[in-house]
């Protein structure tokens, strides 16, 4: 099987008065049976903190594993010549999933690893944003994209059409801005029972017909935002010109974003990948994205 895995970049955003790795510090100082916490459907937990320049973590970046909890149907163990069977598990036992992520406090920047069926990045920032009682802390997440695609993207002085694919079930109802037209259109499909969504928004067939440029930045930063819940946005494309006459540019942002993939993790015998393996592979991925932070 591959042992391989994937890396996306994140850019963490702040208003609140406690910094980010101060959240983690006042969450690692919480006992671990009191760090479980429901974000939406699912219970989560901060598993792992280590924080940087200590005797167990000599790098300069915060490397957390945090893990999904689950204690209703889980798979079987499978063996290619018997039959299925069920684990032996206690009253207390379920089923976890484990995301690694690295935070480095001074690019302010969250790498996380891409695992389908462990905490994705929004449902990690809602966590930590939501874990004190009474107490929001305004954290936000933004996917970063290629240097030469968001540079592209700004120079789009003139934006003709933005086409986007959006699955609103895999959307926590956390990320949604309450208000926006977009989070409108989501709570409609969920009412109907939709899977997925389709926009295209156009400007006229006109040549010198554009978009309001302003209100069209925001709308696409609103989908780049649900972009940090994994595969929610299935296509996000803007086509436009940097200036009249120009030819028409599509930028995919679903291909920009920043990705990178990590080969030869260490598989142990239970078949999880080790959580040092999947920590080395995070700073690897920092260590190779120096030059774009």
């Not at 554009?210 to 609103?222: N, R």
């Not at 920009?256 to 959580?275: A, F, M, V």
Request: proline fraction near 6%.
């Amino acid at each position: 099987m591959p042992s391989n895995m994937k890396v996306h970049l994140y850019d963490v955003h702040t208003q609140a008065t406690t910094p980010f790795e101060g959240a983690l510090a006042a969450i690692s100082a919480t006992p671990l049976d009191q760090r479980m916490r429901s974000v939406g459907a699912n219970e989560i937990r901060l598993e792992n903190c280590l924080p940087p320049n200590t005797p167990a973590n000599a790098s300069s970046y915060w490397l957390l594993d945090f893990t999904n909890l689950r204690f209703k149907n889980g798979p079987g163990k499978a063996n290619r010549v018997a039959p299925m069977t069920g684990f032996s598990l206690g009253p207390d036992d379920g089923f976890g999933e484990e995301t690694a992520a690295l935070y480095d406090p001074s690019k302010k920047v969250l790498l996380i690893q891409y695992n389908h069926h462990g905490p994705r990045a929004s449902a990690i920032c809602s966590y930590i944003s939501s874990f004190f009682p009474g107490v929001m802390l305004d954290y936000e997440l933004s996917i970063r994209l290629n240097p030469n695609a968001a540079l592209k993207l700004q120079r789009q002085s003139i934006l003709r059409k933005i086409d986007a694919k959006i699955t609103p079930p895999k959307i926590s109802s956390s990320m949604r801005k309450s208000g926006t037209s977009l989070d409108n259109a989501l709570s409609i499909s969920n009412s109907i029972g939709g899977n997925t969504i389709e926009i295209t928004i156009s400007a006229s067939r006109s040549k010198s017909s554009k978009l309001d440029f302003q209100k069209a930045h925001e709308f696409i930063s609103a989908i780049k935002e649900l972009m940090s819940n994994g595969d929610a946005v299935e296509r996000l494309e803007v086509e436009g010109r940097p200036s009249p006459g120009a030819p028409i540019e599509t930028i995919d942002l679903i291909e920009e974003r920043i990705e990178t993939t990590i080969y030869n993790l260490t598989l142990g015998s239970d078949l999880r990948y080790i959580q040092s393996s999947r920590w080395e592979g995070l700073l690897k991925a920092r260590n190779g994205w120096g030059a774009i932070l």
